[in-house]
């Protein structure tokens, strides 16, 4: 499994420091949230741990069994699910699912028609990604992501864009698939999005006073 070490982490646009010095440990296998309000920096944070961005100083340093992984080579450990990310709009869902499939192995080999099943999308499988809804493309990052065979899942406000009952398809598919890997959740203080966590960071504690 994955541990990350952020070690006096520091993040600024412009002139304004999002977080500075951030120190923290995540070990192999935790479940932590990451807590703040709009604008306080945590999906930032989510950012600059999967690479996406770069941090201004300090360094984050990852382990796969005590091995140290290079950052250019994290992102082939990690899975991904935000509000912000893209879709490829021109694929239909059982073209967005095999693609998916080849750059990262799904769990248990499922087959593209067994992820479409778990995605409860199956009446839309031919349906063109820019015809979903803001729900239905919520669910398909949600879902790929989390059936993904990573060590590390990021996920982003998971439950943006969700009713009621999409809540509870995510609740029972992160409990059935967080075992064994590290999860790291971006919330708002919602309960649902991050009821498997047993740790958390509020991002809040490293704003630097003015």
């Not at 703040?36 to 944070?45: C, R």
């Not at 199956?122 to 063109?128: M, S």
């Not at 998971?158 to 398809?169: E, G, R, T």
């Not at 992160?174 to 590290?182: F, G, L, P, W």
Request: charged fraction near 25%; glycine fraction near 4%; charge should be neutral.
């Amino acid at each position: 499994m994955l541990s990350i070490q952020l070690n006096h982490l520091s993040k600024k646009f412009n002139k304004e420091w999002i977080f500075k010095d951030l120190t923290y440990t995540i070990n192999a296998g935790d479940k932590v949230v990451v807590l703040g309000g709009n604008g306080s920096g945590k999906s930032t944070l989510l950012q600059v741990i999967s690479g996406f961005i770069t941090e201004n100083e300090g360094e984050v340093i990852y382990k796969n069994n005590d091995k140290i992984i290079p950052i250019d080579k994290i992102k082939n450990y990690i899975s991904f699910a935000s509000p912000y990310i893209h879709l490829v709009e021109e694929f239909t869902l059982t073209e967005m699912i095999d693609h998916t499939k080849i750059f990262k192995p799904f769990v248990k080999d499922l087959s593209t028609e067994q992820i479409i099943e778990l995605l409860d999308l199956t009446k839309a499988r031919n349906k063109l990604i820019k015809q979903f809804s803001s729900g239905m493309k919520q669910r398909l990052k949600l879902g790929v992501a989390i059936l993904c065979d990573t060590p590390l899942l990021l996920l982003d406000e998971p439950v943006s864009n969700l009713d009621a009952k999409a809540i509870d398809w995510y609740k029972a598919l992160i409990k059935d698939h967080s075992q064994n890997r590290t999860v790291i959740v971006a919330s708002n203080a919602i309960q649902d999005e991050f009821f498997i966590c047993d740790k958390q960071l509020n991002v809040a504690d490293f704003k630097p006073t003015k």
